[in-house]
Nanobody, 112 residues
């Protein structure tokens, strides 16, 4: 079992930046990837960014060029920095780890 603890959500003005962090505990040796998904009001959950064990990254098209996902903690976590935030980035952001592990979610609200 893997537990995921998220932090870093909140209210941010458009144009600002924030960093979301997620730390994993438990059977982390088996994790091949960690990342973030997000779900905006009335929309389906979508991939925001993901980082594999080998260092490969992928981002939602809307976040490319203004976001960076990186390892956090002692290698047992990931951080997602988003710059130039837009109101459409408003969503609940969920930490994800391979094996279908999910965090509880952290709300990010971007005000215009």
């Amino acid at each position: 079992q893997v537990q995921l603890l998220e932090s870093g959500g909140g209210l941010v003005q458009a144009g600002g930046s924030l960093t979301l962090s997620c730390l994993a505990s438990g059977s982390i040796f088996s994790l091949n990837a960690m990342g973030w998904y997000r779900q905006a009001p009335g929309k389906q959950r979508e991939l925001a960014a993901i980082l594999t064990r080998d260092g490969v990254t992928d981002y939602a098209d809307s976040l490319k060029g203004r976001s960076t996902i990186s390892r956090a903690g002692a290698g047992n976590g990931v951080s997602l920095q988003i710059n130039s935030l837009k109101p459409e980035d408003t969503a609940v952001y969920y930490c994800y780890a391979s094996g279908n592990y999910w965090g509880k979610g952290t709300l990010v609200t971007v005000s215009s």
